[in-house]
C-alpha cells in the first residue's frame, strides 16, 4: 500500500512537473513574442505636457491636425483636409471619422477646439503663432478665424505643441491622452518612459507591444548603451565614436544633414550688442570650418545664413573673411581699443557671459572656441553652462551671447524662423531686436500664400538679418543616429518630429 501511495506521489508530482514546465513554456513563449524596443536619447523631458515639450509627438502619444513628410510638405494627419477661401483669416478643416483617443473617447472637431483653446493659453509662443481669434467646432469640422491673414496657419499647426489631447484627462504632464500608436505605461521626468502600443490605433496596430525611452544626455553613455545592447537605437551617440560604431557589423549608423544650425544669439539688452559692429565682430570671429573641424569632428558644413543652401528661400552664400584681425577691425568701428591686452572703451574692459548647454556636446566646445579667440583681441568671456536653456535664456538679462542649437525650417518654410526670433512674442526672440523694415517684411510674409513670393520676401528678410547681424549662423550639424541591426522601419527625419512610429519594429 505504501508502495503504491509513493507510486501515486511520484505520478502526481512528475505530472505538477510537467504542467509547470507547460505554464512556464507559454510564459516563456508569451514572453519572446512580446517586442519591446529601448530607444535611448538627449532630448530632456521634465514633463509630457505638449504645450512644454516636444516629446509626446516623438513618442508617438500624440498627434498633430497635419505634418511634415521627408520632403518638407505638409500633408494632412488628424486633418484630412483645409481650406481658406480670404487669404487666410478663415481656416475650415475637416477632421477625421473613425479615430479615438487612448482612452475610447471619439475624436471630433469639438475635442480639438478644446485641445487648441489649451495650447493658446498654457503658450504664449504658440498664442503668438497661431494667432487665433476665435474657433467653431460643428461635427468633424473646425472653422478657426485668425486676428489676421495668416497664410501659413496649416505649417503653423505642425508643431508638436499644438498636439491634440484629451484636455478632460486627469493627469497632463505625466500621462497625457492622444491619438497616436503608442499610450504612456510610466513616466520619470528626465530619466525614462514606457510607452505602451495603443491597439485601436486609426491608422492600424502598431508592430511594436512596448518601447522604453531613456534620457541621457552623456553621449558616451549612450554610445555604450548600444554597444552593451542595452539599447536598440541610439539618437547623437559620441561623434567620436562614429568609425568605431560604422565597423560593428551588428550596428547601423545613419547620418543625414539635419535643419538645425549652430547659432550664436545675442542679446540687444545688454550695452554693447546694441552696437551691430560689436555683433559683427563675434560673427566673423570663429571660421566655421574649424567649428565643423574640431567641435562636430566633420559632421556638418558651414552656415552662411540660417538655411541650407539646398532650401528654395535661402539667400545666396556669401564669402566671409574670418579670423580675430578681422573681428579686431569691427571692434574699432565701435570705438574699442586695444590697450594691454584688453578691448577698451570708455574706461572698461569688454566683457560678458556666454551661457551654453551641455546635452549638445559641441555647443559648449564651440563656446570655449569663442572664449579663446575673444581673448586674443582683449575680450574677456565667462562661460556658464546651464541644464535648461530655453527658460535661461528667456528669462534672464545676465548674458551677452548664448550658443544654441535651433531647427530653423522644420516645416520646410522660412515663416517660423522669422517669426520666432524677430517678432514680438516669438518663441525664440531672446535677443529682443525691433527691426521695422524687417517687421514689415515678415508681416507680408505672413500674409502671402504664393510659394514663390513667399521665397522672395523670405530672401529678403535674410538680407537684413545679414546686414544687421541679428544673431550669427556657424554651422549646420549633421543628424546621426545608431541603431541595432534587428531594428526595422527606422528613419532619420530632417524634422526630428517623428520618432517612434506605428511601423518601427524589431527582428
Not at 23 to 45: D, Q, Y
Not at 381 to 398: P, S
Not at 473 to 481: D, E, K, M, R
Request: charged share 25%; hydrophobic share 35%; net charge neutral.
Amino acid at each position: 500500500m505504501r508502495k503504491r501511495i509513493s507510486l501515486l506521489c511520484l505520478t502526481l508530482a512528475t505530472i505538477g512537473m510537467l504542467a509547470a514546465c507547460s505554464a512556464n513554456s507559454a510564459s516563456t513563449e508569451e514572453k519572446s513574442e512580446k517586442k519591446s524596443l529601448t530607444f535611448v536619447s538627449n532630448f530632456p523631458s521634465d514633463t509630457l505636457d505638449p504645450q512644454l515639450n516636444y516629446t509626446t509627438v516623438r513618442a508617438g502619444i500624440a498627434e498633430t491636425l497635419v505634418k511634415v513628410d521627408e520632403q518638407l510638405q505638409i500633408e494632412p494627419w488628424l486633418s484630412k483636409k483645409w481650406k481658406t477661401e480670404d487669404d487666410g483669416t478663415t481656416w475650415v478643416f475637416e477632421i477625421r471619422d473613425g479615430i479615438t483617443f487612448q482612452n475610447g473617447k471619439d475624436l471630433n472637431a469639438e475635442a480639438v477646439k478644446h485641445s487648441l483653446e489649451r495650447t493658446i493659453k498654457e503658450s504664449e509662443a504658440m498664442k503668438s503663432a497661431l494667432k487665433i481669434k476665435k474657433m467653431k467646432a460643428s461635427g468633424q469640422i473646425l472653422t478657426i478665424t485668425t486676428t489676421e491673414p495668416l497664410a501659413t496657419l496649416p505649417s503653423e499647426l505642425v508643431h508638436p505643441n499644438t498636439a491634440i489631447i484629451d484636455v478632460d484627462a486627469p493627469d497632463t504632464k505625466s500621462k497625457p491622452v492622444g491619438t497616436g500608436p503608442f499610450k504612456v505605461a510610466s513616466f520619470k521626468p528626465d530619466n525614462e518612459m514606457k510607452v505602451k502600443k495603443y491597439k485601436e490605433y486609426w491608422v492600424g496596430e502598431p508592430k511594436l507591444d512596448e518601447v522604453v525611452l531613456i534620457f541621457n544626455d552623456d553621449e558616451n553613455a549612450r554610445t555604450s548603451a548600444l554597444q552593451s545592447g542595452e539599447a536598440d537605437i541610439v539618437y547623437r551617440p559620441a561623434i567620436e565614436s562614429l568609425n568605431t560604431l560604422k565597423k560593428d557589423s551588428s550596428i547601423v549608423v545613419d547620418i543625414q544633414p539635419s535643419l538645425r544650425n549652430q547659432m550664436l544669439f545675442y542679446n540687444s539688452r545688454q550695452e554693447a550688442f546694441k552696437d551691430k559692429n560689436v555683433r559683427k565682430a563675434f560673427d566673423v570671429l570663429l571660421n566655421p570650418k574649424d567649428v565643423v573641424d574640431t567641435a562636430l569632428a566633420g559632421q556638418g558644413s558651414p552656415a552662411n545664413g540660417p538655411f541650407l543652401k539646398s532650401l528654395d528661400f535661402s539667400n545666396d552664400q556669401k564669402t566671409k573673411t574670418y579670423g580675430p584681425s578681422e573681428a579686431q577691425k569691427y571692434l574699432e568701428k565701435a570705438g574699442y581699443i586695444l590697450k594691454d591686452g584688453k578691448a577698451i572703451k570708455n574706461g572698461k574692459q569688454l566683457s560678458f557671459k556666454l551661457v551654453t548647454y551641455p546635452y549638445r556636446p559641441e555647443l559648449p566646445l564651440m563656446s570655449q572656441m569663442l572664449q579663446s579667440e575673444a581673448k586674443k583681441i582683449g575680450v574677456k568671456i565667462d562661460i556658464q553652462q546651464v541644464e535648461n536653456m530655453d527658460e535661461y535664456m528667456t528669462t534672464k538679462n545676465d548674458w551677452g551671447i548664448v550658443t544654441y542649437s535651433l531647427v530653423t525650417a522644420p516645416r520646410g518654410d522660412a515663416g517660423y524662423f522669422f517669426n520666432a526670433l524677430y517678432m514680438e512674442g516669438g518663441a525664440f526672440n531672446v535677443g529682443h531686436f525691433h527691426e521695422p523694415a524687417l517687421t514689415s517684411i515678415i508681416n507680408k510674409l505672413n500674409k502671402t500664400v504664393d510659394q514663390q513670393q513667399r521665397n522672395k520676401l523670405a530672401r529678403q528678410a535674410g538680407e537684413i538679418v545679414e546686414k544687421e547681424t541679428l544673431h550669427s549662423s556657424i554651422v549646420h550639424p549633421n543628424n546621426f543616429v545608431a541603431y541595432r541591426d534587428n531594428v526595422k522601419n527606422w528613419v532619420t527625419t530632417k524634422s526630428e518630429y517623428y520618432v517612434i512610429t506605428k511601423d518601427l519594429d524589431v527582428k
